[in-house]
């Protein structure tokens, strides 16, 4: 099964506006959590949300986690040149594993 | 901030030639792990590694895969006898024992098969 399918897969938007990306997930998680890829660098680690948790912030960065529709957005706002970038969900199992399962991304281009 | 550091960038090999790539997980860290992206694909899970020993590992990880972590402070992964569809972007990450923490990412190692 396919888990941490994001959407859109690209979305371009001009400098201030806010940009929001979806996540979905197929099986129970522990946690979610948000990675951003800058283009041929690492994954960048955002923020983490737990199964039990409804919304978090950190500072322009707001994530929501839906368990029942198994779902998650995540919102950045007031967004930046420097914000264009790949975004990424990956979910933590239920269990004791500790393997991580990506979705494919969302590319966000932010226009100055 | 402590960071996750990978070598080589960037790895060109024949295919059929072994492949060791290097990674320094964060010092404190219990838990390590590789995972590949292949380009244009998601990130995919490889192996996990805690306590000197493979905790859990995906189909990809097969015999021509093994992992070591040969002193206090390096983890490796060896691809004995490497492939075309070898050829990906691979990460080394590091986490804490807490399963609510993060797991902290290399910047990654190209590997190009030719």
């Known amino acids: 099964s396919q888990q941490g399918e994001e959407d859109p897969q690209a979305l371009s938007i001009q400098e201030g506006e806010n940009a929001t990306m979806n996540c979905s997930y197929k099986?129970?998680?522990?946690?979610l959590q948000w990675y951003r890829q800058n283009s041929g660098r690492g994954l960048v680690h955002l923020i983490l949300?737990?199964?039990?948790?409804r919304e978090k912030h950190s500072g322009r960065l707001r994530v929501t986690l839906d368990t029942s529709k198994k779902s998650s957005s995540l919102l950045i706002t007031a967004s930046r040149a420097a914000d264009t970038a790949s975004y990424f969900c990956a979910t933590l199992g239920g269990g004791s594993n500790y393997k991580l399962t990506f979705g494919k991304g969302t590319l966000l281009t932010v226009n100055p | 901030e402590p960071e996750v550091t990978q070598t080589p960038s960037h790895q060109v090999t024949q295919m059929g030639q072994e492949v060791i790539l290097r990674c320094v997980p964060i010092s404190n860290h219990l838990y390590f792990y590789w995972y590949r992206q292949i380009l244009g694909q998601k990130v995919e899970f490889l192996v996990s590694?805690?306590?000197?020993?493979?905790?859990?590992k995906s189909e990809i990880f097969d015999d021509q895969f093994s992992v070591e972590r040969p002193d206090g402070s390096n983890f490796t992964l060896k691809i004995r006898s490497t492939k075309l569809e070898d050829s990906a972007m691979y990460f080394c990450?590091?986490?804490?024992?807490?399963?609510?923490?993060?797991?902290?990412f290399g910047d990654g190692t190209r590997l190009s098969i030719l």
């Open positions: 099986t129970s998680i522990n946690n």
């Open positions: 949300i737990r199964s039990n948790e």
């Open positions: 590694f805690y306590n000197n020993e493979i905790s859990e």
């Open positions: 990450a590091s986490s804490p024992k807490d399963r609510y923490q993060p797991q902290h």
